[in-house]
């Protein structure tokens, strides 16, 4: 892919080399480069990606993203004049964006439900991917339980893998035939910019507890991470308002004038659960919906 086509829409502030290069892929782990590929110096929580330019430039990297001055990359990192070096305001950002360019920006083709909240996601993720798999004979899922592409269940390192490897998998899910998937969207990768790029069309809202707050550090910093989620849907937000923060949820989105579905046990749901019996085999309610 020529390299103008992979940096399209992404704000791009300086430049210095040919745009008209071809691209052999992009990467985030100078480890992983390849000649002709595309080096981005991502800042990350314990190391940061400019500190790896040499190593990426020794593997043949032909073009390296950065956030920081062009000239003064040039002068720390002996980076070559053949070398074409792109400075932008984030390059998490620009990782994400030029991921989905790559891949072909796979998720404007899918119907993408992501799911976010502290407990309850992988869960939610299952029943969600054996609905959508009746429904249309397969589907596409990632999260805890890995990435599940055409059937098969692949390892991924994180809940909500890093954005390469998410718009990489969402291609091999469209390709394979799948139209939909479900994806656990963790606080750090909504945090992380990871899934800036993702194209959701419903969010699903399960809860927020008192964990992940050495990342976030308050409550109200976890709650801001999460709700970015339901500002980037297209379709529906469908959130549980049993809970604290869950009700705060529906009551912003909606004074923002977006879609929301409230699901729980309290009796201001628009789906409501109740006459409820259980024991160890099953669990067996009334269903309470708009429509009866």
């Given at each position: 892919?020529?390299?103008?086509?992979?940096?399209?829409?992404?704000?791009?502030?300086?430049?210095?080399?040919?745009?008209?290069?071809?691209?052999?892929?992009?990467?985030?782990?100078?480890?992983?480069?390849?000649?002709?590929?595309?080096?981005?110096?991502?800042?990350?929580?314990?190391?940061?990606?400019?500190?790896?330019?040499?190593?990426?430039?020794?593997?043949?990297?032909?073009?390296?993203?950065?956030?920081?001055?062009?000239?003064?990359?040039?002068?720390?990192?002996?980076?070559?004049?053949?070398?074409?070096?792109?400075?932008?305001?984030?390059?998490?950002?620009?990782?994400?964006?030029?991921?989905?360019?790559?891949?072909?920006?796979?998720?404007?083709?899918?119907?993408?439900?992501?799911?976010?909240?502290?407990?309850?996601?992988?869960?939610?993720?299952?029943?969600?991917?054996?609905?959508?798999?009746?429904?249309?004979?397969?589907?596409?899922?990632?999260?805890?339980?890995?990435?599940?592409?055409?059937?098969?269940?692949?390892?991924?390192?994180?809940?909500?893998?890093?954005?390469?490897?998410?718009?990489?998998?969402?291609?091999?899910?469209?390709?394979?035939?799948?139209?939909?998937?479900?994806?656990?969207?963790?606080?750090?990768?909504?945090?992380?910019?990871?899934?800036?790029?993702?194209?959701?069309?419903?969010?699903?809202?399960?809860?927020?507890?008192?964990?992940?707050?050495?990342?976030?550090?308050?409550?109200?910093?976890?709650?801001?991470?999460?709700?970015?989620?339901?500002?980037?849907?297209?379709?529906i937000n469908v959130i549980n308002i049993d809970d604290p923060y869950g009700r705060r949820l529906a009551a912003d989105l909606s004074m923002a004038g977006?879609?929301v579905l409230t699901y729980g046990l309290n009796e201001d749901a628009d789906i409501r659960a109740g006459s409820?019996?259980?024991?160890?085999?099953?669990?067996?309610?009334?269903?309470?919906?708009?429509?009866?």
């Amino acid at each position: 892919m020529k390299l103008k086509n992979l940096l399209d829409g992404l704000d791009i502030l300086d430049c210095r080399g040919n745009m008209e290069t071809e691209a052999a892929g992009i990467c985030y782990n100078s480890k992983k480069v390849m000649p002709g590929a595309v080096f981005i110096a991502v800042e990350g929580l314990q190391s940061d990606g400019h500190d790896f330019i040499p190593d990426a430039l020794s593997r043949g990297a032909g073009t390296i993203v950065v956030s920081r001055s062009i000239e003064e990359v040039k002068q720390l990192f002996n980076v070559p004049d053949d070398a074409v070096i792109l400075r932008v305001q984030d390059t998490r950002a620009a990782l994400s964006r030029m991921a989905s360019n790559l891949y072909s920006r796979p998720s404007r083709d899918m119907n993408i439900i992501g799911v976010t909240g502290t407990n309850g996601k992988t869960t939610t993720t299952y029943l969600i991917h054996s609905v959508l798999e009746q429904a249309e004979g397969k589907a596409g899922q990632i999260g805890t339980l890995g990435i599940m592409i055409d059937n098969r269940w692949h390892d991924s390192t994180h809940t909500t893998p890093e954005s390469i490897e998410i718009h990489k998998a969402l291609r091999q899910m469209l390709d394979s035939g799948s139209k939909s998937c479900v994806m656990e969207v963790s606080s750090h990768a909504l945090e992380l910019g990871r899934v800036l790029d993702v194209e959701f069309d419903a969010g699903v809202f399960t809860n927020l507890t008192h964990e992940n707050l050495d990342f976030h550090k308050t409550m109200e910093q976890y709650y801001k991470a999460k709700r970015r989620l339901f500002y980037m849907t297209g379709r529906i937000n469908v959130i549980n308002i049993d809970d604290p923060y869950g009700r705060r949820l529906a009551a912003d989105l909606s004074m923002a004038g977006r879609k929301v579905l409230t699901y729980g046990l309290n009796e201001d749901a628009d789906i409501r659960a109740g006459s409820i019996c259980f024991d160890h085999s099953r669990t067996e309610f009334t269903l309470f919906t708009p429509d009866g």
